[in-house]
């Protein structure tokens, strides 16, 4: 595609075979852009039906399994993004994972189990991305925060830990690499339909959708046009912003 927010720009979107990172990956193509779905080679499959999607809407994409808390399969995934055109324009950080706990209740191992995929994994692939952008003279990375990473949240404690971090990293990278034009910035979701949500009890979801202004769900694609927005040469402007995308939760 040449029309669109993203021609001729390539990158990466981390947890890409459902959800928001399917959202995301689908409008990022719609846009112009040569997109690398990466998630686990357990979600090849999915990975696969959706590269088949964004291909049969007239996208360029390819799936690449990755593990985010593996960090040489993070360094193969910037290496064969690189390799696709010569640079990397935008990298997209969703992969996530939230397991409910009272904190007084949370194990040493959920602590680093959500560590290791919500934040280690964000702060390396920054490392990795920001070094060819640096060296390439441009680029933009969007994280995936939280409304989490703004409040509280009940029995999510070590999850809002890792996405108030996120937001901290954004905001860090956005103040030191602007000179070189790159920017970086967040997105804030709440309930957006996803497999994060999947599972969760009735109440859970109506405590999350109650204080939203809007009272529905959000969905994956939403999350997608408000990224590939701030990927585009028209947020030129736009670095170490962190946008909540939650129906008014935060609002209210």
Known sequence: MTNGLLPGKTGFVTGAASGIGRGIAKVLAAEGADVVLSDLASSAEEGAQAVAEIEAAGGTAR????????????????????AINGRIDFAVNNAGIGLKSMLADSSDDLWDK?????????????????????????GSIVNVSSIAGAVGLREAGVYAATKHAILGLTRTAAGENGDVNVRVNAILPNAIRSKLL???????????????????????????HLTAFLLSDRAAFITGACIPIDGGYLAN
């Open 63 to 82: 799936f690449m399994a990755a593990d985010v808390t593996s960090a040489a399969d993070i360094d193969a995934l910037i290496a064969q993004t690189r």
């Open 114 to 138: 959500v560590n290791d995929v919500n934040l280690k994994s964000c702060f390396r692939v920054m490392r990795g991305a920001l070094t060819v952008m640096r060296e390439q003279g441009g």
């Open 198 to 224: 999947d599972g969760t009890s009735p109440e859970f979801l109506e405590g999350l959708l109650a204080p939203q202004a809007i009272k529905r769900m959000g969905e994956p694609e939403e999350c997608g």
